[in-house]
């Protein structure tokens, strides 16, 4: 039996991908599973980010299905134009970058609605040194305390994202 190939590419499902990975991560932890638990939770902060980037604070899809914000850009050589850089959306990629896209964004919107929900999460970078290749190491390098600070900021962002769609302050629909 066959699969079948999807037609067109889904566009991602960033909410739904992080409560997926949070759940995982959860149940990886329960059986002591430091490598996965870790790298899961990781994950699921990612996606977690890339949702409220995306729903509550302005970040959109770009022509590689890549979410991008004006508010996170950078000066780049422009192609084909020896010596001229052109200011361009930086995508929003992984962590630990990811997070300080995150903090970027939503200090610009303190004001009220999604921005000051979402200043409470960025004030420390729980990712700071984490990395993806992580699930690479032989565990001996992640501790109990950092799977669970993971862990937590992880429920965070899910958190903070469910209770901005409960608020209303959506960007889009």
Known sequence: MTASTPSATQPPAFATASRNHYRAAVLA???????????LAGLAAECGIKAILADFLGSQLNTRNRLVNDEVATWVKK???????EWRPQEHGHLPELWEHLTAVAHRRRGG???ALFTQLIWKN????WNVAGRYCDGTAITDAEVDRHLKAAYDLIAAHE????????THA
């Not at 729980?126 to 040194?129: D, N």
């Open 29 to 39: 932890a329960k059986e002591n599973l430091r490598i996965s638990a870790d790298h």
């Open 79 to 85: 192609k084909g134009a020896p010596g001229v850089r």
């Open 113 to 115: 609605g999604a921005g």
């Open 126 to 129: 729980p990712f700071a040194g």
């Open 163 to 170: 209770q901005a769609g409960i608020l209303g302050t959506r």
